[in-house]
């Protein structure tokens, strides 16, 4: 590989991680930031607003636009619990439901 592929690779590589850092700056993402920072699909995202799965703004009837914090709070529900948080429950639950 010579020399100027190697910068030019390199700089491609800087050009994409600047642009993530920019999204992580913005409040309000549109329709393709907010896919790239969803890592989804834009078919799949377009599934996700039109089942109104996902919140989003439509101010003028067509363009799509959502709000960052809004997303990262949609993408931390559900939230599954992990094997020892599950018996450090039921086992919280067995002493204090002791039978006498």
């Not at 590589?13 to 834009?42: G, P, R, T």
């Not at 709070?73 to 599950?86: M, T, V």
Request: contains cysteine.
């Amino acid at each position: 590989m010579s020399s100027e592929n190697l910068i030019l690779e390199k700089l491609t590589l800087l050009e994409q991680k600047i642009d993530e850092q920019s999204l992580l700056k913005k409040e309000v993402l549109n329709f393709n930031e907010a896919a790239k920072y969803l890592d989804i699909s834009n078919s799949h995202l377009y599934k996700l607003t039109s089942q109104k799965k996902i919140p989003h703004f439509c101010p003028q009837g067509k363009k799509l636009y959502f709000n960052r914090v809004e997303i990262d709070e949609w993408l931390q529900q559900n939230r599954q619990s992990s094997s020892d948080e599950i018996e450090q429950a039921a086992a919280d639950y067995l002493i204090k439901n002791k039978r006498r």
